[in-house]
């Protein structure tokens, strides 16, 4: 997604709670009170509970401590254990008065208590502050993810990112593609062009590459200077060799003129691809050095191509 996405908030969207009580009665009586505001998800047991989170990601979660089998202690936990749910703010709400309690539910991570029988302004009130923070909290984790020039992800967003792919991948005897590209004599254009210019080209490429690759697991990052990588799960070479030379052609079709470069006279990239169904013994450094060779290829046999 480009910074743009994320920091447009003209129409900000409805914010997703999910409701977790053994007694249905309390369910209702939040669901009257919220539903109105936000998009309400319901759950009468813990392992339902944990289940949607993984599913829909809410927001907020107003979780119950008391339930039978997974009690709400123990879904605070597992929710926090894993990344994909992780940041999803946990709101006790609770029928005692019980400070070890309270210690205990924040220590797991928890943001707030609210207690039983809930006061409807108070509940509110605390359920739209920790939206707020949450909104924020979120805005800064995807800011922190992008660079700033292109919109596109940074290295470090690549470098948490791709890991968890390949993991993905290797559990799953998945294909993986990953394309390095680099634009063509770049150096001439800032020197022919000014630097402002050369950011301006920078942006156009990086967004073309963008809205090229753009199943929901792909991954466009800017790797360095004038360098991107792509990274494509369930991607095979036959499928990456594809989209790699739409990108190759859509970056001649900005027609960005380029009077230095020896190729012609417009912006050209090259890229070099690399694709593997992952096994235990092989390594995701490997496939990236592997994509960079290719690219080095491709800039000796004249650049404005794509080397597999
Ligand atoms: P090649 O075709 O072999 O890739 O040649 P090149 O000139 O593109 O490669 P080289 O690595 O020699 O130069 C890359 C240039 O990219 C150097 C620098 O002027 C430019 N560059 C890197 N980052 C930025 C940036 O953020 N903005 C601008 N305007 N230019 C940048
Ligand atoms: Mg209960
Ligand atoms: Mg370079
Ligand atoms: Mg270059
Ligand atoms: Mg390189």
């Known amino acids: 997604m480009l910074i743009e996405e994320y920091i447009s908030t003209d129409k900000p969207e409805r914010g997703k709670i999910l409701l977790v009580d053994d007694q249905v009665v309390n369910i209702k009586i939040l669901h009257q009170l919220l539903h109105q505001d936000y998009d309400i998800h319901m759950a009468t047991d813990g392992l339902k509970a944990i ?26 936990a597992k929710l926090k254990q894993r990344a994909e749910t992780r940041s999803i703010a946990v709101i006790f709400v609770t029928g005692h008065f019980d400070l070890e309690k309270e210690v205990q539910g924040f220590q797991l991570g928890a943001v707030d208590f609210i207690h039983k029988p809930i006061n409807p302004v108070i509940t509110q009130a ?18 922190a993810l992008l660079d700033g020039l292109t919109g596109v992800a ?26 390095m590209l680099d634009i063509d004599f770049f150096k001439r ?43 494509m799960p ?26 230095g470069s020896d190729v012609m006279k417009f912006v050209t990239i090259s890229a070099g691809l690399a694709s593997v169904i992952p096994s235990q013994n092989m390594e995701l450094q490997a496939l990236i050095e592997s994509a960079d060779k290719q690219l080095y290829r491709a800039k000796s046999q004249g650049r404005n191509r794509v080397e597999a």
């Open 51 to 76: 289940e949607i989170c993984e599913k829909i990601q809410p927001d907020i979660i107003l979780l119950d401590i008391e339930m039978p089998n997974l009690n709400g202690f123990d879904v605070c």
């Open 126 to 143: 605390r359920i739209k502050n920790q939206f707020k923070l949450k909104r924020q909290s979120d805005l800064l984790r995807s800011i």
């Open 154 to 179: 940074n290295r470090r967003k690549f470098e948490q990112h791709t890991p968890t792919t390949w993991q993905h991948c290797l559990r799953d005897k998945l294909p993986i593609s990953i394309v």
């Open 189 to 231: 254009f800032n020197d022919c062009y000014g630097h402002s210019k050369g950011d301006e080209c920078l942006r156009k490429v990086a967004q073309t590459i963008n809205s090229r690759a753009r199943r929901p697991y792909d991954l466009v990052a800017r790797f360095g200077g004038e360098e991107f990588i792509c990274v």
């Open 234 to 259: 369930n991607t095979d070479f036959d499928g990456a060799l594809f989209v790699t030379q739409q990108i190759v052609d859509s970056i001649i079709a900005l027609k960005i003129p380029h009077e």
